[in-house]
């Protein structure tokens, strides 16, 4: 057991993998010798070579075809796109190539390979550096989209991530790469697809992602402290592969449901489960279920503006304490 | 062995010499072209007939880039093809039944239906798939390419392309990336002098689209006669030599001619008058062959007896076709993931 | 008034506003010569001449640049994006440059442009030439969103665009080309941000949008005819403004909602309409919000499978009949 | 007059003489040198006394390429920044005092805090924004060209870009565009040996990473000394001349080094020992300057007062901006759209 921060999680996993298995290599802008522009990757180029991992030009079409052409023919490519918002400079590949080429070609095509890249806000970047874009992948058939919360779940969903057959978008919240958090010692490797209940309660589930899920934590304890709500928050942590059923189930217990959404509000991953839950769970719900989300604004510079358009602990609460009052 | 004579302001030029391709070899070529010649000649006709839908993108003309390539290249080695693919599919040795069945979405088909005409793949034959995003498929290739100098493995990586997509982004990101990784990758530019219906001569900078460019990646420029099998094979074989030599990249651009329109939709008004004519008359890279071939001691009957085989197995490969059933519709939903379905919850 | 096939009207609607103002500005791949791959753009190089209408290279991030460079300092642009699948190689400029130049300027900058693009399936084309994906567009802050179904919309909502200050992306759809339908003479100038009652009814409320109109409305005949079952199907024309009003009336007067949406199902422009519905008319609902969507896959080209991937009038009709009487 | 000379092998190299810099254009050089030196260096100790936010990249070592620029230019030119754009801003005449606010996040910000360093722009300047994803505002200065053509306007738009933005696929695909549709449009790359950690080297297939490309485009290859302000005044005019003329684009390479880091993130440990200080010993463009400006025979005392009132300037702008209110939450959710709002839905 050691305390661990997420980033310093990021290369422990990407080495956990890389160790296990030589056919792991990756590739990305200033990720050997600089260690990453976040600092995630600091060790891993003295660790398995030059080689293994290797620094790229300002070429993010080059990165994600190559990564896609390695995987296809052999190879388990980590590719890191250094910042989300830059996935729109190669989204062809994403959008049009690995996520649909075992499709295209009834089954014949692999493409087992990772983007990770550096997702959300809080930096005060500005609006091309600290957009939450998971729904740019979510939208998409054939990939896999995952959003860790802590430093544990980056090592094990990456692991899943890396040993997946299939194309997966891992998105590291760059607001959470400081946090500390106890990590056991030894091999660690989770399941794609699995949501986790980090707080058990019986008034109101609360859906939430990445740097949502503390604040959503935060939120559910002063509800209870200031209100009495006693609220379930899940750890959605992955879009693709969905696990509904423990979210349904917890709406099924629970009749309320609010997601927590660092996106801007249209189309975000919280409008599908919405509508899968108000679906579904149709005659579950005991009141509408709502979206806390970043207004539908692009996120601008400077502090005070961007604290106040993602959801912070106090619009979170107040935002639900309200709607259940209603 | 190919030679090539550079001068001081223009590409390299490649000498035609005769050495390097024998009787069997010559035979080979001209059995694929021939082939891709009455395979797609049949696709038109498919079309005609309402057998094909969805679009199609024929190699009528074009047929020597492929035949050259394909033999030029060896078992293992990789082609990333285009829309435009189904002559490099063919010259790979994919039968010419599972082309035709995709293009009609039968059964039979090479993908089952579930690609068609633009996504012709065949990973058996080294067909890494046909991409239908101009300029997607270079740095793909690139990957392919990193994997072989990563393992050892002793593979090229072959990516065609037309003029038209050496304009777009893609092509710069991956020649510079397969430059300074020196990769074993070859990008074949077949220049067939129109992008869509737009003469690549409008939207171009340079004369040479993939040639004039080679200097921006330290590469040398090399162009050859895209209608001469013999001159494609040199080249080729040339450049496939190097990479797997671990000399790194090429960039190889055949000048060469499309007989049909864009795609099937294109009746292709905007060719300046006699100019199909001329290379039909003059440039036909089978017409040039077939002399070729008899020239180098091979006899007439040899050359009918190709053709005819070939005219037999496309009939047949139609007649398979035409009797097989539609793509299966139980299979709308496999193999979007690689458990072999699309299961995106639970 | 004349009978004009969608297609001519895409023409019509740009000539019109080329008339009308010098500004106005056309670019693309084969647009001006040849007149378009659909042959939608036919005749404006003769009537505008080579300055004003424009073929480009096969650069899609030049054609998006230049035109919003264009709109920036006093053009107009309008730019064609051949297949709306090739928004993925230009992403960048609708996801961070245009979308966001005028929050991020405080205002300074402005990008009156157009994007046209040919969207949807139907014509067999296979997986990375058949996407419905205006919920690629709807999702990014400071975009306009608008898919006509009609030739009439196809004019009025071009023009609306071309006038509009902000930038749109207007989604054609390739299956609807060579339909036809009445137009008035002289001319024509519709809102953005209008939905529109194509068939009221008083049992359900379906929201449809381009291809998927025509099929609802049949759909809605066909349940009228089979089960007594009367629908209000609405053309949702825009996606950003939307006009939640019109929605949101409707399903308080039938208390039920379908959505049929041609885009696979994740984060589909029906999602964000039931994450609205379901909050905020919550308790208008007398049964769970339905979307009916193409499953969650690449298309397939083959027309067998293509027809079945498709929300077709049989599926459409089946789902809404099941669900109401469930 | 601007004279180049070409050699065989390599790129043009601008020849440095005198005529055409006036004692008044050098002065003002001077003081455009000296102001970006000041504020940058004073973003970068606000920054460590955390008034700073964010990221911000400094341009202390390129002072001469945006002072060179800027003077060649004429009111009405249009400047297209990236992130590294606060030199090129004030270049143009924008107020320290507003750009040091936009850092601090104050309602006297240039952008009122809305867009950060990254994204300076003030359109009443001619600065038509920085753009922080690389690459992407090169075919937007392509269009703003395209406008000048169309309208008959006399201005010229000019881009502003790093050695590794090169190896992006937008560089390309606007290189071409402009090319063929001849716009008055200038590409600016400023070598500063560096992309973000990585030396250029090592990431691209030239040696030069803008002008080893220009025949790719049919466009000559043109250098300068980035660390020359004369040089990159001649070598930039004679450009926007010509495309203002109606002669087309150019693409232009300056030599440069950055003193900084890439970011206020960055120690900047990978640069071999010793380079920064040769680079500050030998050639800085303040130096330079200084020396050329006494050597053309202007007095310490002019240079001096320039300094002081530049310093003056600088303290002044940082005190209001110390004052200054943080920006008002009230302007969230404005203007998203030209109607001031942000109204998606009625
Ligand atoms: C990114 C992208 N833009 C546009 C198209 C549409 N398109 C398909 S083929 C083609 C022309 C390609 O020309 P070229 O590269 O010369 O190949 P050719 O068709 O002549 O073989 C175009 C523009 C596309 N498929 N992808
Ligand atoms: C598309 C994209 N990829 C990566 C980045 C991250 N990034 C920001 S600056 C930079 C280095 C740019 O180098 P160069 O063009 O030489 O400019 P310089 O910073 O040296 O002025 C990188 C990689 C980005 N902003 N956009
Ligand atoms: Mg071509
Ligand atoms: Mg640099």
Chains 1, 3 share one sequence.
């Not at chain 2, 001569?201 to 004039?212: F, I, L, M, Q």
Request: proline share 5%.
């Amino acid at each position: 057991m050691a305390e661990l921060t997420y980033r310093d999680a990021v290369a422990r996993g990407i080495a956990q993998e890389m160790s296990r298995d030589s056919d792991v290599v990756f590739l990305g802008e200033d990720i050997a010798k600089a260690g990453g522009v976040f600092k995630a990757t600091v060790g891993l180029l003295e660790q398995f070579g030059p080689l293994r991992v290797r620094d790229t030009p300002i070429s993010e079409q080059a990165i994600l075809g190559a990564a896609m052409g390695a995987a296809m023919t052999g190879l388990k490519p980590i590719a890191e796109i250094m910042f989300s918002d830059f996935i729109a400079v190669c989204f062809d590949y994403l959008a049009n190539e690995f996520s649909k080429s075992r499709y295209m070609t009834n089954g014949q095509v692999k493409c087992p390979l990772v983007v990770r890249t550096g997702n959300g806000g809080g930096a005060r970047f500005g609006a091309q550096h600290s957009q939450s874009v998971e729904n740019w992948c979510m939208m998409i058939p054939g990939l896999k989209v995952v959003a860790p919360s802590t430093p544990l779940d980056v090592i094990g969903l990456l692991a899943a991530s890396v040993r997946d057959p299939d194309p997966v978008i891992f998105f590291e919240h760059k607001s959470l790469y400081a946090v500390k958090g106890e990590v056991p010692d030894g091999e660690i490797v989770d399941t794609l697809g699995t949501a986790k209940i980090v707080r058990p309660g019986k008034d109101a589930t609360i859906l939430a992602l990445a740097m949502m899920v503390p604040r959503a934590l935060a939120a559910a304890e002063r509800l209870k402290a200031e209100h009495g709500v006693d609220c379930e928050v899940i750890d959605v942590r992955s879009l693709v592969p969905l696990d509904t059923q423990t979210m349904l189930a917890s709406v099924a217990r629970t009749g309320r449901v609010f997601t927590v959404e660092e996106n801007p509000r249209l189309c975000g991953w919280g409008a599908e489960l919405v509508s899968i839950i108000a679906d579904e769970a149709f005659y579950d719900l005991d009141g509408p279920p709502v979206r806390i989300t970043t207004p539908h604004i692009p996120l601008p510079a400077a502090d005070a503006l961007e604290d106040l358009a993602i959801p912070s602990v106090q619009r979170i609460t107040n935002t639900i304490q309200r709607s259940l009052s209603a | 062995m190919a030679k090539t004579q550079t001068t001081a302001a223009g590409p390299s030029v490649l000498v035609r010499t005769n050495d390097g391709i024998d009787a069997d070899l010559r035979l080979r070529m001209y059995r694929s072209q021939v082939q891709i010649r009455e395979a797609e000649q049949r696709a038109n006709d498919l079309f005609l007939q309402n057998l094909v839908k969805g679009t199609s993108h024929l190699s009528l003309g074009q047929e020597a880039v492929a035949a050259g390539c394909a033999a030029a290249m060896q078992p293992g080695d990789l082609s990333f093809c285009t829309y435009r693919g189904h002559a490099h599919t063919l010259a790979r040795g994919v039968a010419v039944e599972k082309v035709l069945g995709e293009l009609m979405g039968r059964d039979n088909g090479l993908l089952r239906g579930k690609g068609g005409s633009m996504h012709l793949t065949s990973i058996e034959h080294g067909v890494m798939g046909s991409y239908a995003i101009i300029g997607a498929h270079l740095p793909i290739a690139c990957g392919a390419a990193w994997r072989a100098q990563y393992k050892g493995d002793k593979d090229v990586s072959v990516c065609f392309f037309g003029d038209g997509t050496t304009n777009i982004g893609a092509f710069h990101e991956a020649l510079n990336f397969a430059v300074i990784w020196k990769l074993p990758v070859v990008f074949v530019c077949e220049n067939n002098l129109y992008m869509e219906y737009t003469p690549i001569s409008e939207v171009t900078a340079v004369a040479n689209p993939a040639a004039d460019r080679a200097s921006a990646y330290g590469l040398q420029p090399i162009m050859a006669d895209g209608q001469d099998a013999d001159a494609v094979y040199r080249t080729a074989k040339a450049a496939f030599d190097k990479a797997r030599a671990g000399g790194g990249p090429s960039l190889l651009e055949f000048k060469t001619y499309r007989y049909s329109g864009h795609s099937r939709a294109d009746p292709a008004k905007y060719r300046p008058a006699g100019e199909l004519e001329h290379w039909k008359a003059n440039r036909d890279p089978i017409k040039i062959y077939r002399q070729r071939a008899l020239d180098s001691g091979i006899s007439h009957a040899q050359l009918d007896e190709i053709e005819g085989s070939v005219k037999q197995e496309v009939d047949q490969a139609t007649e398979k076709c035409k009797a097989a059933p539609p793509t299966s519709v139980d299979i709308l939903c496999t193999d979007v993931y690689a458990d072999g379905g699309w299961a995106w919850r639970n």
